[in-house]
């Protein structure tokens, strides 16, 4: 019995890091359905934001102290960020953005753009990454400019929770320059998107030439023996 604990502990222990990036799918799941079925439930969600966002940042810290980093942590990692990311602000634009209808229509229009174009290139992103991966071309951890536009997004869903909880909670007005800052993160964060998808395309023709010399080479190896 001591044995079996000790064994269930060990693979606990190796497995948290992909534990808490599970936590934060359940998490992200949770909160999607909490703005569907109960959108007056703005406080809580922030909530439920906070701690996905929280996930994020230990998964990975945890893995790198234990050292049990692993190409599936890595994959499981990006698909939690996504499946967080790209329907929050979704669900945001779809179920919220009538909160902003009394400020400049044109300033709202182009922020529902701006996500909407964010939500487009993380879909791409996503499926890049996961062909590339599955065809050996990529590494599993995500490049620089990926892990930059997933706290830029991050910073969009939690400044727009805030504004919302004043709005609705504490019936407290919008401040024009809340929202002139969600516009100009949701700029920053659609560049370092477009420079996140290129940088895999740019690491998937590098591979795919590596390969291909590979390749050659040992076709004129085989030739000569």
Known sequence: MEEL????????LENLANLITFLRLFISIWLLITAWCNPEQIIFMAVLAGLAILTDFLDGKIARELEKMSKFGAALDQLGDKVFVMPSLGILVCKYGWVMN???SKLVNFIKALVV?????????LI??????LGRKLQAQSNYWAKVKTFGAFGVI????????????FKRPVIQSWIYLIAFTLIITDILAFAALKTYY????????????????RGKEKKEN
């Open 117 to 125: 174009l964010l939500i487009f290139v993380e879909f791409l992103q």
């Open 5 to 12: 604990i000790k064994n269930i502990k060990q693979k606990l």
């Open 102 to 104: 009394d400020l400049n």
């Open 158 to 169: 939690i400044i727009w929770l805030i504004l919302l909880v004043l709005e609705i909670e």
């Open 128 to 133: 890049a990454w996961w062909i590339f991966f």
């Open 202 to 217: 740019q690491d998937y023709v590098e591979q795919t030439k590596i390969d291909k010399d590979i390749k050659e080479k």
